[in-house]
């Protein structure tokens, strides 16, 4: 599986960035995907997950803010990111589980700043 992601860049706090993530390399319906980032000096953290069921789960710093949504026929998850806030700024890595094997994307830049 291969995870291709895009939409990062340069925004003022307050603003909003929408990225996406098509997954590649499979015909199955992609069991779980999702977003976590990491900012400098950091740890990787998630952001959020959401099943091919439609179940989401979102870290609390985004909760209200940022909003999970997928297409399962294209394997394809996106993140609208609204209330941007410096604290937001991180590479933001596209995740997907497929039968417990985890893939990952390669990152897209994420900078809130004014």
């Known amino acids: 599986v291969q995870l291709q992601a895009s939409g990062g860049g340069l925004v003022q706090p307050g603003g909003s960035l929408r990225l996406s993530c098509a997954a590649s390399g499979t015909s199955f319906s992609i069991n779980v995907m999702g977003w976590y980032r990491q900012a400098p000096g950091k740890q990787r953290e998630l952001v959020a997950t959401i099943t091919n069921g439609g179940f989401t789960n979102y870290a609390d710093s985004v909760k209200g803010r940022f909003t999970i949504s997928r297409d399962n026929a294209k394997n394809t998850v996106y993140l609208q990111m609204n209330s941007l806030k410096p604290e937001d700024t991180a590479v933001y890595y596209c995740?997907?589980?497929?039968?417990?094997?985890?893939?990952w994307g390669q990152g897209t830049l994420v900078t809130v700043s004014s």
């Open positions: 995740h997907a589980n497929l039968w417990m094997v985890d893939y």
